[in-house]
């Protein structure tokens, strides 16, 4: 049995075909998992590593250097407060401790519904908007009390389920390009590529020569 | 004002589409690449003398030609963009997406690269839907995939999403994420992916915006990119204000030409500080530099100038710190973030990032003795020697010798207010 | 390794001193050799280098100027300069320490590693003396047990990658990995899959704090209060060194030494956690003589003139013919030549026999041109005809795993089931019994059976006459009769006489008990019984007048009466001979059975009188390794109650029959060996005891000079304890130290060819007998590392290991006849004997076949071997 659906499985096998080396492909093959999922769970990592042909610990010890990726129960928006300079310049510990409060979470934590998990992020590269909090990782700033409770307000009464999807949710947008260049066609054309350009550099320095 | 580069598309409707794109000259750039020899491609881009825009600031030029010969190389643009109040790859990113596939395509074929990688930050949702449709747009146009417009030249291009682990905006650590392992940079020499990169293959890492520079370099060659800005600080650039000023944005300006006076003060750009306030220090180039005081607002923003006084323009950002926020709060901040980023490879990086956070903490919050003081110093010095900059390293990539920087700065500049906190046992400021 | 490269060494300049190094080497090492110690944690010569930790920085010159660098990562150049004690580095590394101290527990008081700790030493050294870190420590669980056998501690741990490292790179286990990001970094393994590896002590010992420990040793004692002696693991045939650690006259843990030519360091964790059987409370510790259904003490004396007057008897009334001998794998040479001279030079039969059909016969191994471990880990192409190496002979796995990874060598296996080999293999083939012979004869030509396996072998260099190619010779499937694997082996040297063989027998001195005459038809030092060496005329006072009987055939007289009295010297027939039926059968059937053992094994439970024997770390003397490596074992216990060194008891024997085997004492008796046997030609204790010669000396000598060199301490921080021998010397060894720079060259005696007499000629079987059209399913029957034995039910932490014995097939099979993972099946016999096991499903095992783990638990009738069969096999039906 299998722990990604067959959609996703066929999308799996897309991944895999993507590079070189097929662990590569473990990013993104956890990602999907996430989309499925929200987060990843043991069979999903197990399931991740046969794929790989690596084991369930090298999946787990790359995923957990990872900060997008949960190995525990999330709640289906994950509400990421920015803390750092720009932000804290605007007022982002702030607006975390404003979160907190409005959610009734602690940092890290998660509401009793399940409906929003907390956390404190690093810069998000959202500073023109500081204050600012990512949901699911879709921008929202600058932000003051009102604006934050409004936005929660939003979600909790599915105002934005088009521009914010459920945690793990990543990009909606899938590859759709022809299977890769074939790796002999490539090769070919490099090496043909490099013996032109020797060429075309010993006919320029022949010619320099001459013209001394 | 000043040419615009990179941003000449951005403010357009629908500016990340490819019809959007063509309508405004899209793909010329690459049309001409193709049927230049990639040598020609290289030379311009050596002409046009850019400098690296991803933080080092190593000529772009320079870098490929030390790019080895194997029929297998690769190349992957850096957007992991995750330096503290760095945005400016986040614009271009969801704001001009064919620009950077384009560069990214003509730069390929300048080195001969047989595949391409585009590693974006995972927090950028947008964007990797983004530069997806754009990629998928692209290959259904006929530019990237075999036989790229008929010109015979053969190369797939993939977007990469990383998943949160500032780190990996280093180039070896990101190179290993695209491995699939855990982002730990790698140890020097080879001091150049170059050499030996993804895969163990020759490798050339770019960022973003360096990438988007290069269908205008191509379109209008080299020189005329040299032609802006002065000495070795070439083209425009996108700088990323931020911080205590009124209108913080992303600014392409001439290199060298502006200084951080004019950047934070004139109308159409920074339009000045809130009212009644005035500049206590400006973090120039990322959160990894030292500061600098309203001494340095006249400096131009150029490369060398900046290193000159002692800092770095590296990512092009810039925080405004003005006289009513807390030097010691935001050194602080910046600690906190170098001790969750370490990757932990190195021990005076992983275990001094983390001392040091919870020593500007306990100050910060009024539990600091003045003896803290010496002993942040000298922890400091146990992880760049000397505390020079450029900083001495002891850890294998230079994360561990940026954590002193902002500390170091803000005792240097502020130890007043250090004291101050020590002594009233807490933060003078409102927050 | 003695090759001479003074003329390629390059200079550079550390301290202000001149130092020669090998260009490439790393810093590090060079500093290190030239007697200069950098403090390092993660830098271990056997790993790839990480240059995670930063202890080991010192200022290197550079263009631009001194800069300081990790010199476990950076390779020395000519004319390099280099400082170790400035102020700046000292800096630097009293800064690390200090570093790697503020979130370390300090719980030294407590702590395993206490005393032998890298962190403390290093500390004291190097370190800062005091802290001035007053914030709250990283907390996490205190010790988690990661496996049955080893803890982790991650407060301890100081994240060097040394554990994650070897298990990912050396082991292939990448069960433990670094998990989570910065200070928050743990190691671990994943959720609810346990570091099930072979080799996790490897961990322990590498790890330089107290982060990992191992079950086994926790809170068993403090080094200080360990006394050690060297010695090799006779756990398998590979003969691993390592230091043997007591206290209280009670074996408390070994630890694996370096050795270039045999185990890098390495041990395997059956063979380093073994030694709990030593202290196991089933010991047998005093002479026991059957009663009825029970035991009584007796006294030696009387034990002696028991056996005594049996021997007496049965050879004046029916001839000695009906007396036979049944010697064990782990003895020692020693051990194992006065038991020969006994039986065959003073009682006069020559049905003696070490192998328990499982073995290769003497006539075919002392036919093989023989390869060395490193032999095998450089040659062009190994080509494995064995066991699974990792469950037989694991550490040899490792050396060759690395080989391979390395690119050093390619593997080709012949096999009738997959094995871990398959992972680093280019090709397996599996042939059936008629193609073996082919191809073994165009095993360098053009095959036109297995076209893959001969254009590898070309292709990779190997000669047509074998140069360069190595073949592990083992037995693949002990279902197979060992004519198959002696035909294929005959027939591949007659074609190719340059291949090398390289014996994987799993017993571990099954090259003593050839070499030594412990096999019929064989006197010792490979003598013909017709044509003794002119040493054995000279020390020996008769020989057998006609050939013996293997195990096989004693048995098999047994059954018809014709054994009158048998002695088990340390071996376990009813378990341990590969049919069981035979054995146990047999065994009831004679008259007398005189066991010599540590335990009481199945047979020794049965047998008419028990004499205890001194085990491993008991007694001293020599063991030859699968590649005729002679090596030591030492003595650092006495042996509990009124066990005695199985030699001891041989001479005693022979005392009382009115005979002096004329030796007190494991010199003696090597020195008399040294002397019959040309093939161990120049072996003594002391020249064993030569530094140089610590890791043992590949027989015949020759006359090669050999250069000797003081062996460094190879991993200076994990081979705790170890340091202070070469201080101290071996506190209770019979041997001590002779540092010598003397080459073996200089004895004038050196023979100028090794005088092995050629064996006795057996002829190929061809052709082998065609598989019978039977509905009954061939047998894959083969040894687990695990499975269940004398050593296993001794060592407690060992024994919760044991693989419980299952029938594996193929998904296939399994769908073929109905049953799922976790079902049953019945198994039966040729006898008629019958088995139910549990299936599992194993996609490597050939559609039709059956895996059967040898060492099945005695509550199952079930013996599927008949020593008769070619080939075995089994019926299997669903329960
Ligand atoms: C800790 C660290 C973080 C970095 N982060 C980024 C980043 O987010 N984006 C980036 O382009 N370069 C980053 N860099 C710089 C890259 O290592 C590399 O120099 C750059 O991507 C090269 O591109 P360029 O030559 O076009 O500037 C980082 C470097 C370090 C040491
Ligand atoms: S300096 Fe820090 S971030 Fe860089 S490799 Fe070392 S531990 Fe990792
Ligand atoms: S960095 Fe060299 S020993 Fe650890």
């Not at chain 3, 360091?265 to 073994?274: A, I, N, P, Q, T």
Request: one cysteine or more; proline letters at 6%; aromatic letters at 8%.
């Amino acid at each position: 049995m299998s722990f990604f659906t067959s959609e996703n499985l066929e999308r799996a096998q897309v991944l895999l075909g993507l590079y070189p080396e097929k662990r590569s492909a473990l990013m993104p093959l956890c990602h999907l998992a996430q989309a499925q999922q929200g987060y990843l769970t043991k069979e999903a990592m197990e399931e991740i590593a046969k794929l790989l042909e690596i084991e369930p610990a090298e999946v787990f010890g790359t995923v957990s250097f990872y900060d997008m990726f949960h190995t525990e129960e999330v709640g289906k928006y994950l509400v990421s407060v920015c803390t750092n300079v720009a932000c804290l310049l605007r007022g982002g510990l702030e607006l975390l401790e404003h979160a907190s409060d409005k959610l009734e979470v602690p940092v890290g934590g998660t509401t009793e519904d399940g409906l929003f998990t907390l956390e404190e992020v690093e810069c998000v590269a959202h500073c023109d908007k500081a204050p600012c909090a990512q949901v699911n990782y879709r921008f929202f700033g600058p932000l003051g009390n009102d604006s934050f409770d409004q936005l929660v307000e939003d979600l909790r009464n599915d105002q934005l389920t088009d521009s914010v999807p459920p945690h793990g949710t990543l990009s909606r947008v899938f590859r759709e390009a022809p299977s890769l260049v074939e790796n002999e066609v490539i090769i070919a054309e490099r090496v043909a590529m490099d013996q032109a350009r020797q060429e075309r550099q010993a006919a320029k320095d022949s010619n320099g020569g001459d013209s001394k | 004002m000043t040419t615009k580069i990179v941003t000449a598309r951005t403010n357009l409707p629908d500016s990340y589409r490819l019809s959007t794109y063509l309508e405004n000259g899209g793909y010329q750039a690459l049309r001409k690449a193709l049927s230049m020899n990639p040598e020609d491609i290289q030379a311009e881009v050596v002409a046009s003398g850019i400098l690296g825009r991803g933080g080092a600031g190593f000529e772009t030029g320079r870098k490929w030609s030390m790019l080895k010969q194997d029929p297998v190389r690769y190349l992957v643009v850096n957007g992991d963009e995750s330096e503290p109040s760095t945005f400016k790859d986040h614009l271009l990113v969801e704001a001009d997406p064919h620009q950077l596939i384009e560069g990214t395509l003509i730069s390929a074929y300048a080195i001969g690269a047989s595949m391409a990688f585009i590693y974006l930050r995972g927090e950028f949702a947008l964007g990797l839907e983004r530069v997806q449709s754009a990629i998928n747009e692209a290959y259904a146009y006929g530019a990237i995939g075999r036989d790229i417009f008929g010109s015979g030249f053969s190369i797939d291009l993939v977007l990469q999403p990383g998943a949160g682990a500032y780190i990996c905006g280093e180039e070896t650590a990101l190179i290993e994420s695209l491995e699939g392992k855990r982002g730990y940079p790698r140890i020097k020499p080879p001091y150049f992916p170059a050499v030996i990169g993804l895969y163990g293959k020759p490798t050339i890492v770019n960022n973003v915006e360096t990438m988007s520079n290069i269908p205008w370099i191509i379109t209008n060659g080299g020189k005329a990119f040299a032609s802006l800005g002065s000495g070795r600080s070439t083209g425009t650039r996108l700088f990323a204000l931020s911080g205590d000023v009124a209108k913080p944005g992303n600014y392409e300006l001439e290199m060298a030409a502006s200084s951080f006076r004019d950047l934070i003060f004139s109308p159409e750009l920074g339009a000045g500080l809130f009212p009644g306030r005035s500049v206590k220090a400006i973090i120039p180039g990322g959160v990894s530099a030292p500061w600098f005081g309203p001494e340095h607002l006249d400096l131009p923003l150029g490369q060398d100038e900046v290193a000159k006084a002692g800092s770095m323009l590296g990512s092009g950002s810039v925080i405004v710190i003005d006289d009513h926020s807390c030097a010691v709060r935001a050194a602080w901040r910046i600690t906190k973030f170098f001790h969750r980023e370490s990757c932990g490879q190195c021990t005076p990086c992983r275990e001094g990032s983390g001392w040091i956070e919870k020593i500007m903490h306990r100050i910060e919050i009024g539990a600091g003795t003045e003896s803290d003081l010496d002993l942040l110093l000298d922890v400091c010095d146990n992880i760049a020697p000397g505390l020079s900059w450029p900083p001495q390293q002891t850890t294998i990539c230079v994360l561990g010798p940026s954590i002193p920087s902002s500390v170091v700065s803000a005792i240097k500049m502020f130890r007043d207010e250090f004291l101050i906190h020590i002594k009233e046992e807490g933060c003078p400021f409102v927050h | 390794m003695s090759t001479d490269v003074s003329k390629d060494l390059i200079s550079i300049s550390i301290d202000g001193r001149e130092v020669k190094a090998r260009p490439g080497e790393l810093l590090i090492a060079a500093a290190e050799e030239a007697g200069i110690f950098i403090p390092r944690f993660c830098y271990h010569p056997r790993l790839p280098q990480v240059g995670m930790c930063r202890m080991c920085l010192v200022e290197v010159s550079g263009p631009r100027g001194f800069s300081l660098q990790p010199s476990c990562y950076v390779p020395v150049s000519d004319g390099m300069d280099v400082i170790t004690d400035s102020e700046k580095v000292k800096k630097a590394q009293d800064g690390v320490l200090e570093f790697l101290l503020i979130n370390h527990p300090l719980d030294c008081p407590v702590c395993d590693k206490g005393g032998e700790c890298p962190l403390q030493d290093q500390t004291l050294a190097y370190g800062p003396g005091e802290s001035r870190f007053a914030e709250e420590k990283r907390h996490f669980e205190k010790p988690i047990a990661i496996s049955e056998l080893v803890f982790l501690d991650r407060e301890r741990c100081i994240q060097c990658d040394r554990c994650t490292r070897f298990a990912d790179v050396v082991a292939g286990d990448a069960l433990i990995e670094f998990i989570g990001r910065g200070d928050n970094t743990q190691v671990n393994v994943f959720p609810e899959r346990p570091f099930s590896s072979y080799f996790s002590g490897n961990t322990v010992q590498i790890c330089p704090v107290g982060a990992l420990t191992a079950a086994p040793y926790r809170f068993k004692s403090r080094p200080w209060d360990l006394a050690q002696v060297e010695s090799s693991c006779i756990t398998c045939s590979m003969g691993c060194r390592i230091m043997v650690q007591s206290s209280q006259n009670q074996v408390i843990r070994y630890i694996g030494l370096d050795s270039d030519q045999v185990n890098h360091g390495w041990l395997c964790d059956k063979g380093r956690f073994g030694h709990e059987s030593l202290s196991s409370p089933d010991r047998v510790t005093a002479p026991l003589i059957r009663k009825g259904d029970s035991y009584v003490e007796t006294s030696w004396a009387n034990a002696i003139s028991i056996i005594s007057s049996k021997i007496s008897g049965i050879k004046e009334k029916i001839g000695s013919d009906r007396i036979g001998f049944i010697i064990g794998s782990k003895l020692t040479n020693e051990d194992i030549y006065a038991w020969v001279k006994l039986a065959k030079g003073v009682i006069g039969t020559d049905s003696v026999d070490s192998q328990l059909g499982d073995g290769i016969s003497a006539d075919v191994i002392s036919r093989l041109n023989r390869a060395t471990i490193n032999d095998a880990v450089t040659s062009k192409v190994v080509l494995s005809f064995t066991g699974d190496i990792k469950e037989e002979i694991p550490v040899l796995y490792l050396r060759l795993r690395e080989a391979v990874k390395n690119g050093n060598t390619k593997v080709i296996t012949i096999a009738t089931h997959s094995s871990s080999l398959d992972g680093i293999s280019e090709i397996q083939v599996f042939p059936s019994l008629d193609q073996l012979r082919p191809l073994a004869q165009q095993i360098t030509a053009d095959s036109s059976y297995f076209p893959e396996v001969s254009s590898l072998i070309k292709s990779s260099g190997v000669s047509a006459d074998g140069e360069g190619l190595v073949v592990l010779l083992g037995r693949e499937n002990l279902a197979w009769d060992q004519t198959v694997v002696e035909a294929f082996a005959l027939e591949l040297a007659r074609v190719a006489p340059k291949a090398k063989f390289l014996v994987t027998l799993h017993g571990s001195n099954f090259s003593g008990g050839v070499d030594l005459g412990a096999v019929p038809r064989f006197l010792p030092g490979r003598s013909s019984l017709s044509d003794p060496s002119a040493g054995l005329r000279q020390k020996w006072s008769r020989f057998p007048s006609h050939n013996g009987k293997s195990v096989k055939e004693m048995f098999k007289s047994a059954l018809k009466g014709e054994m009158d009295l048998l002695f088990l010297i340390g071996s376990d027939p009813r378990t341990d001979f590969v049919d069981t039926t035979l054995s146990n059968t047999a065994l009831d059937e004679i008259g007398f059975v005189v066991s010599v053992d540590t335990f009481m094994s199945e047979s020794s439970s049965r047998a008419d009188l028990v004499l205890p024997a001194a085990a491993f770390a008991e007694k001293y003397g020599t063991i030859t390794n699968l590649e005729e490596r002679i090596m030591t074992v030492n003595q650092k216990v006495t042996p509990p109650g009124l066990c005695r060194p199985d030699w001891e008891i041989a001479c005693e024997i022979a005392l009382e029959i009115g005979s002096d085997l004329g030796f007190s004492s494991p010199e003696e008796i090597l020195g008399e060996i040294s002397n019959i046997s040309s093939l161990h030609w120049g072996l003594s204790f002391d020249r064993l005891s030569r530094l140089s010669a610590l890791d043992g000396v590949v027989i015949p000598l020759t006359s090669t000079p050999l250069t000797l060199k003081k062996k460094p301490m190879f991993d200076q921080i994990s081979t705790p304890g170890i340091a202070s021998v070469w201080n101290q010397g071996l506190a209770s060894s019979k041997t001590s130290f002779i540092d010598s720079s003397a080459s073996i060259s200089d004895e004038s005696d050196s023979p100028t060819e090794s005088k092995v007499p050629t064996a006795i000629s057996v002829e190929p079987i061809w052709p082998l007998p065609p598989i019978p059209g039977t509905s009954e399913m061939p047998l894959v029957y083969c040894r687990r590392l695990y499975s269940q034995g004398q050593l296993l039910k001794n060592s407690p932490h060992l024994s919760r290991l044991a693989v419980e014995p299952r029938c594996r097939i193929s998904s296939e099979t399994a769908r073929a006849i109905g049953v799922a993972v976790g079902e049953s099946v019945r198994l039966t016999d040729k006898a008629g004997g019958a088995g139910v096991f549990e299936v599992e499903i194993d996609d490597g095992i050939r559609e039709g076949w059956v895996e059967m783990v040898k060492g099945m638990s005695s509550s199952q009738s079930f013996s599927p071997i008949r020593v008769d069969e070619t080939m075995n096999y089994v019926k299997l039906e669903r329960v």
